[in-house]
T-cell receptor
């Protein structure tokens, strides 16, 4: 157990739907990062939060949004889902504002049918 | 632009053979580089960071600024080393890690 908890582990949903992925960072870590891993695109950085505030944004679609709550857990919201959104979504956490090496969660496997 | 390149999608070796997984980077400034390993689409685990100069599971990596490389090496591959390996660069100002496309290492018996 890495200390970073992601739920759910698996999610199957239909096109056009909306889902929420949840991440609890390792105890003491203030930064949360979201990545999308697909077979053709590799690991793509989506967004980072530090202590509740958005710090960096990557290739995140407008249909996707995220937030970090006061207890530091984070949620990634994916809406108007398309088949191409099927992927593994990883959350990672680190102590400071910059990584210095992440700790990754086990990921949520999203399948859009 | 900051970039990490892993030129090989797949590297297949026999057990006991030496392994070198290539990683080249493009970064203006002093880079901070990492290697991550992913077994069977599980979570990524930090294998090495260049700052610490550790040797984990027999793997080492040396930063070569002249060649802008951070190749991962192991003198004798084991079957349990079969996994996906990602090289990553810390983009210091933004707080994100830039990953290469990954190399699948397949160690045959």
């Amino acid at each position: 157990d890495s200390g970073v908890t992601q739920t759910p582990k698996h999610l199957i949903t239909a096109t056009g739907q909306r889902v929420t992925l949840r991440c609890s960072p390792r105890s003491g870590d203030l930064s949360v990062y979201w990545y999308q891993q697909s077979l053709d695109q590799g690991l793509q950085f989506l967004i980072q939060y530090y202590n509740g505030e958005e710090r960096a944004k990557g290739n995140i679609l407008e249909r996707f949004s995220a937030q970090q709550f006061p207890d530091l857990h984070s949620e990634l919201n994916l809406s108007s889902l398309e088949l191409g959104d099927s992927a593994l979504y990883f959350c990672a956490s680190s102590v400071g504002r910059t990584p210095g090496g992440y700790t990754f969660g086990s990921g949520t496997r999203l399948t859009v049918v | 632009a900051q970039r990490v390149t892993q030129p090989e999608k797949l590297l297949s070796v026999f057990k006991g053979a030496p392994v070198e997984l290539k990683c080249n980077y493009s970064y203006s400034g002093s880079p901070e580089l990492f290697w991550y390993v992913q077994y069977s689409r599980q979570r990524l685990q930090l294998l090495l960071r260049h700052i610490s100069r550790e040797s984990i599971k027999g793997f080492t990596a040396d930063l070569n600024k002249g060649e802008t490389s951070f190749h991962l090496k192991k003198p004798f591959a084991q079957e349990e080393d079969s996994a996906m390996y990602y090289c990553a660069l810390n983009e210091r100002n933004t707080g994100k890690l830039i990953f290469g496309q990954g190399t699948t290492l397949q160690v045959k018996p």
